[in-house]
């Protein structure tokens, strides 16, 4: 009765930027829709808990799980509820009342899921504002019915979609915050409400539509964070998201995502401080094994977590175009896009160059080299185009191989870059400049 009679009292405040503590560095964890839409159930989320604490791999001779590396989040999405037409108002997932009705033959116990992923040390994200069997209630009674049941089931985060007619992030936030459970929460409107210097009831929020397993899709949700970062709207507690990774993930017949592709993904998510919220079926020992070497490389999730007050930027780009093609995209997984579909044809620049500061002082900076072209090329760099570094004469360090290449003059060419691949560096002030 108190957490009802609280989240009531709670509608009427509004949500300034958020320093409640929570997603101060990016979040990382899965999230079950890219792989399996509304293929989901219990079992499924259960095993997942399992693995994502499981020490079943290596990280430098140690055994490792991915919560060990930071994903600890799982994440159910859509598919959890029971499509229906309940009350007079005909609500697709909600009872009269405002209680989201839920499909307890998939979930039968949603309290003992959060539990077991608490018991092994992760924490537990639901999913709000249905894209299927989207509901046209947005009264009060069901943005309450829905905060009541995340709290009573021990949720830990929440993603608010926008299919739903719930899309009042000030009320969720309000709700949410009464409840006095920390909770994380995902602002999925596909960039279309967006922070402000002053507005983010959320902690992390999309700026892109739905990605898929296409390296035409990667590279177009990718400039959607540009903006935001130069505007300095991405930032701890309030991360821009240019959605799930797509390392691993299924394309139905059709070529997922190559290791090239792959690497330019999670190197692009990195240095732009986006989430890495895994979405590749974890039980596949096969895709697992494949992805390992990449998701598990702690240097490259070092520069994603790290923080010296910019999030990562574009800063040097070809002055002539590519077309990237979308065709390759399998209709299995083009039935699984909400908000606008992916264009046929992306055009982004032939090579672009991202850069992110680690230290403050300018002594170590990230710079990620994306060949967008088909063709290998040659991808040199100048230390004085690397907005806030500050050596002329630098170290650099390759994040993919985790090795030094040595100390450069003035300048780095990374040579033969295969198309759709990137380099990863670290270029850092050396011993003798100090």
Known sequence: MGLSYTLAAALPLLAAALDDGLA????????????????????????????????????????????????????????WQLCGAYGPDKNTFHQESGAPVLNHTRFPDMEAMTTHAHALGLTAGWYFNNCVCADHCSSRDCYHGDALVLYEFGFDGVKLDGCSAQLDLDTWHSLIRASSRPVVIENCHWGRTLPNATWCPFHFYRTSNDIVPTYASVVANLQTVAPLAAAGLSKPGCWAYPDMLEVGTPNGAAPPLSAAESRSHFGAWCISSAPLILSHDLRDKTVSDAAWPLISNREAIVVNQAWAGASGSPFLSAQHNVSLSNAALSPARASRVRGEAPSREVSAPAWQYWSKPLRCDGSAVAVLLMNHADGAKSMPLRFADVPMLGCSKCAVRDVWGRKDLGVFDGAYVGKFLAGHDAAFLVLSRTVEAE
Do not use: H, K
């Open 24 to 79: 101060r560095t990016p979040p990382m964890g899965w999230r079950s829709w890219n792989t399996f839409g509304t293929a989901v159930d219990q079992q499924l989320m259960v095993e997942t808990m399992d693995l994502l604490a499981s020490r079943d791999r290596l990280v430098d001779g140690s055994p490792t799980s991915l919560c060990d590396l930071g994903y600890c989040d799982v994440g159910l999405d859509d598919g």
